[in-house]
């Protein structure tokens, strides 16, 4: 196998990882509005989001995190390892790896307090929550593309920026719907 092939293989899991990262929190959203709805629906739907959350979990979101991290870690060893130390963006880039671990793992604590039936946050909030993994995508992929580690801030300002204006949108729209 060549560099090329295990850049291929981290591309790949890193997509899929990103996929399960972006519709697990999602599924939260659904699975805790679904207790708007009546009592019959409302317990279909709770088992349903109970079940398509430890199979994305499980099934998808571990193996390709794993996958993602040791084709990482190979790719490190082969080509950076001796000049590790003169690879800023790269240790920026693995500082923000290992917070998406961190909110993999909190997505796992999330599914366990949901298949308890225990709903700590409102769907606005889940939903905020699920642009963390936006705002993770964006810094890594401008700190790999760029190897700058002052271009992902201006980048990762502009996100956040956006961000807020998209969910101050969805807060207006939301009141407006309420009020009629």
Not at 91 to 96: D, E, Q, R
Request: hydrophobic content about 55%.
């Amino acid at each position: 196998m060549t560099y090329e092939h295990i850049k291929a293989i981290h591309i790949i899991f890193v997509t899929s990882w990103f996929a399960g990262l972006f519709y697990l929190p999602r599924l939260f959203v659904y699975h805790t509005e679904a207790n708007e709805k009546s009592e019959v629906e409302r317990d279909i739907l709770r088992k349903e989001y109970k079940r398509m959350q430890k199979i994305l979990f499980n099934a998808i979101m571990i193996p390709a995190m794993w996958l993602t991290i040791i084709s990482g870690i190979t790719m490190v060893y082969w080509t950076w390892w001796d000049s590790f130390a003169a690879h800023g963006w790269l240790h920026i880039k693995l500082l923000f790896v290992v917070g998406l671990i961190i909110y993999h793992f909190y997505c796992r604590k999330l599914i366990l307090e949901l298949r308890q039936d225990k709903f700590r946050f409102t769907g606005f909030q889940l939903r905020l929550f699920n642009e963390i993994a936006t705002i993770f995508l964006f810094a890594i992929v401008f700190l790999v593309v760029l190897k700058n580690s002052v271009d992902w801030i201006w980048g990762l300002v502009g996100l956040l920026t956006f961000a807020v204006v998209i969910m101050s949108a969805v807060r207006i729209v939301k009141r407006i719907r309420e009020k009629n």
